[in-house]
């Protein structure tokens, strides 16, 4: 028995490489699998495609997440897929800019803000919605390391993924109640085609700060969200679970 047996889940973002990540080990850990996307519609299918030769069940769901409305229909549309039960939310949808502080704009600092943290406020209070009325269910937010240790021109992503590891919190106790769980998964720097040549100077840094001497794969942040969203953390609630490769352990002095 795969530990999501019967599980139906929705995973916002998922024409990314995390998103894909965590898309494919739902699906092989037993779970039905909506794959949300707004442009990269593509890369969500040819992930759909994957999960379907597998022989899982997977569709493409497209949305705004920025448009409230539009969160709620997204969710209303994954559980109808599903037939009219959501049990996992993995709220994964988000951008990650480079500004340097002093001169950024209001504009640039909301447009973070309302994708990484507003949208995951929308998503969730339309899945918990559901989910109290179905016996409950797990919701999983991707937040970063940046929330706790932030890095130089990222300040509105630090900020906005400070907030979601602290809305996961505050949804933990005010679900709770109805059986719903919520956490957080925080990664470290994740392989993405082309960081080595993008960035050949910080994944170099970062191997030799790591302790386990890698990068994050997109599959380690879905193991993590395979584990929240199991039976084995039917008493796991309010957490953030790091995935860093034990880089936050490194001392800073």
Known sequence: MTLLHGQTA????????IGRGIALRLAEEGAAVALHC?????????????IHEAGGRA??????LTDEDACHRLVREAADWAGGRLTALVNNAGVQPVQDLPGMTADAWRHVVDTDLTTVFACT??????????????ITHIASIEARQPAPGHAHYAAAKAAVVQHARAAALEYGPYGIRVNTVSPGLIE????AEDWPDGVSRWQRAAPLGRLGRPR???????????PLASWVSGHDLVVDGGVSARPTW
Request: with cysteine; proline share 2%; hydrophobic share 50%.
């Open 10 to 17: 929705l995973v916002t973002g998922a024409g990314g490489g």
């Open 192 to 195: 993405r085609d082309g960081l």
């Open 220 to 230: 380690d942040v879905g193991d993590a969200c395979v584990f929240l969203a199991s």
């Open 125 to 138: 209070q339309a899945a918990a919605a559901l989910m109290r009325d179905t016996g409950g269910g797990s």
């Open 38 to 50: 707004r442009t990269a519609v593509e890369p969500a299918r040819a992930t759909a495609a994957a």
């Open 59 to 64: 569709v493409v769901l497209r949305a705004e």
